[in-house]
């Protein structure tokens, strides 16, 4: 109804829900919040701000920043990091993958063979469950898409060893780490090398050579194209389309304004308004 509420200007009953659901405890009611958040980040910015006031007091509440909390309530839907759960009824069981791009695939534990669709004699109240799990999964691959945009555009860093706590372990996140690409900066922010993990779990950069990432110093971002030079663009350009990934949001194809020398010594630069 918040969307409902919104569209037709009964924009403080959608702030007084948004502070319901902040009252409601565990991180699911969270991480509805974090995605309203960034859905109305741009429109209806009153509600977008009433959810994200709620998510900073509860952030305060953890003694963690904002950021820090938008990591932790991550949903994982049951899955485990090998992007597998299992559904269990009386009789008989089913294991669903969850793929690279967010679509399920069935196992079969008797015989192994994987399917595209549930079996037949899969019961209709594991069915219902299964509908219920794919219409969070959409809403929560959207709010987790602009956050992590959101994320590239302020250049948000994480230590290397958290982000492989988060990017090689949750299964949600183990996607988006296999669609984008990622660099290791060092303390002075200057890049040392560019990876994506590639569902298997390797890491690799466009030539497909091995990035070791245990014991790394210094912190990971999402790649940004200001930092590629244009042959380091190109090959990874050349890396996606062969290996037809799709980022999840323009990454290295998206517009970019860069400095004119001659604007050094100004304060302020309009040139790039509305540029990411």
Known sequence: PIQEWA????????????????????????????????????????????????????????GVSLDDLADLIVPDFGFDAGRQR?????????????????????????????????????????RAEVKALNKLLRESIKGQTARLELCLVRQRRWAVARWQELFEVNPLLQSFAARLGWGI???????????????NGIAADAAGEMVELDGSPGQVRI?????????????????LGRMMVKPPFPQLDRPVARLDPQHGNRKEIRAADGVG
């Open 7 to 62: 569209d037709n200007s009964r924009h403080k009953l959608a702030e007084w829900a948004a502070q319901a659901i902040a009252l409601i405890p565990g991180d699911e009611a969270l991480t509805i919040l974090d995605g309203l958040a960034n859905r109305y980040r741009r429109k209806f910015k009153n509600i977008g701000r009433a959810c994200r006031d709620a998510l900073e007091t509860a952030a305060a509440d953890r």
């Open 86 to 126: 299992t559904f269990s009824w009386d009789g008989g069981e089913l294991i669903a993958v969850m793929g690279p791009d967010f679509k399920l695939s069935w196992i079969n534990p008797e015989t192994g063979k994987e399917t595209k669709s549930m079996p037949a004699r899969t019961p209709d109240e594991v």
């Open 185 to 199: 900066y060092d303390d002075a922010g200057v890049l040392q090398a560019s990876f994506r993990r590639y569902p």
């Open 223 to 239: 790649i940004h194209p200001l930092d590629l030079g244009d042959e380091a663009l190109a090959a990874w350009r050349e890396h």
